[in-house]
């Protein structure tokens, strides 16, 4: 299981549930870390777009373009969309109906 959501691990830990996971902190990327990752997942001409997007979420969002896992699911969803979805539940429907989608093609 992979969660960005500590305190909701800790939480679950202390009311005995998910009490075999061991919590492993994920760790945070710089800028320099941050810029290659997105260089790398996204065609030349799409970074500066996804960029300036991603700096609006940072101000609303820092844990968004702070972890890797978060930044990865933005990178996929915006490869699909053009776009940086706000709110963390909208990314993750918009990632389960691309992989059903994908899914369901190859039948």
Known sequence: MVSTREYAFESSHTCHRLSTFDPVKIQILDDTQRGLLIQRRLPAASVHSFCTQLELA?????????????????????????????RRHEMY???????????????
């Open 93 to 107: 429907e918009r990632l389960v109906q691309g992989l059903l989608v994908i899914q369901s093609s190859n039948g």
């Open 58 to 86: 940072d101000v609303h969002h820092p844990e968004m373009v702070s972890s890797l896992l978060l930044l990865c699911l933005l990178i996929e969803v915006f490869k699909r969309e053009g776009s940086i979805l706000n």
